[in-house]
């Protein structure tokens, strides 16, 4: 089992900068691809960013790209999401998500369905 902790959210104001931290504990080495998505009110949940493969290869959605990036830390077992340029379009629940497959298909690490082992969560909300 792997459980996973999510820190960091918060409001802040369009234009400005947060740093979203996911914490893993358990069977961490077991842990190859980890992901970001959120979920808005009254909307699904979409695909934010993802590591894959212990950290060779990384992956964006195309309405973050270049406003957020994602690193990991394996030392501490921590993924981050430095979001900037926020706009309010950003705000949701932000989750992180692991499993221990090697995704090498975008397909599927940007699919959560995919994903075994999720965080409870950390609100961010964008004010314009």
């Known amino acids: 089992q792997v459980q996973l902790v999510e820190s960091g959210g918060g409001l802040v104001q369009a234009g400005g900068s947060l740093r979203l931290s996911c914490a893993a504990s358990?069977?961490?080495?077991?842990?190859?691809?980890m992901g970001w998505f959120r979920q808005a009110p009254g909307k699904e949940r979409e695909f934010v960013a993802a590591i894959k493969c212990g950290g060779s290869t990384t992956d964006y959605a195309e309405s973050v790209k270049g406003r957020f990036t994602m690193s990991r830390d394996n030392a501490k077992n921590t993924v981050y999401l430095q979001m900037n340029s926020l706009i309010p379009e950003d705000t949701a629940v932000y989750s992180c998500?692991?499993?221990?497959?090697?995704?090498?298909?975008?397909?599927?690490?940007?699919?959560?369905?995919?994903?075994?082992?999720w965080g409870q969560g950390t609100q961010v909300t964008v004010s314009s």
């Open positions: 358990g069977r961490t080495s077991s842990v190859s691809t």
């Open positions: 998500a692991a499993d221990r497959t090697c995704f090498r298909s975008n397909l599927n690490s940007r699919n959560g369905a995919t994903y075994d082992y």
